[in-house]
Nanobody, 130 residues
Framework: QVQLVESGGGLVQSGESLRLSCVEH????????IGWFRQAPGKEREGISC????????YYADSVKGRFTISRDDAKKTVYLQMNNLKAEDTAVYYC???????????????????????WGKGTLVTVSS
């Protein structure tokens, strides 16, 4: 049984930072991409940052590029998302998800047709007050 457990969300003010963590439980193949997705109220779920350590690829959505950094510690089976200079529009539930087939980091984040095939965590809420 694969489980992804996110933590690190909370309420912060605009300009502040948070670091999200996603711990993987169960058998996961390290060469599959894993990433962070978010869903704001009334909006579609979007892939904001993904990583594939097998081909050393990373992907960032334009909305977070330069502010967020994804990293993966395979020994700890943990994926992190360092979020700096947070803005009110970053308010959302943040989910960790991994694939069941090989995709590059960009494909993992942007191929929405395959979202239903991912393993998903339950999410952690990030609220940024302006």
């Amino acid at each position: 049984q694969v489980q992804l457990v996110e933590s690190g969300g909370g309420l912060v003010q605009s300009g502040e930072s948070l670091r999200l963590s996603c711990v993987e439980h169960g058998y996961l193949l390290d060469y599959y991409a894993i990433g962070w997705f978010r869903q704001a109220p009334g909006k579609e779920r979007e892939g904001i940052s993904c990583i594939n350590t097998n081909d050393e690829s990373t992907y960032y959505a334009d909305s977070v590029k330069g502010r967020f950094t994804i990293s993966r510690d395979d020994a700890k089976k943990t994926v992190y998302l360092q979020m700096n200079n947070l803005k009110a529009e970053d308010t959302a539930v943040y989910y960790c998800a991994t694939d069941q087939q090989w995709f590059s980091a960009q494909e993992s984040c942007t191929k929405t047709a395959h979202y239903d095939n991912k393993f998903w965590g339950k999410g952690t809420l990030v609220t940024v007050s302006s």
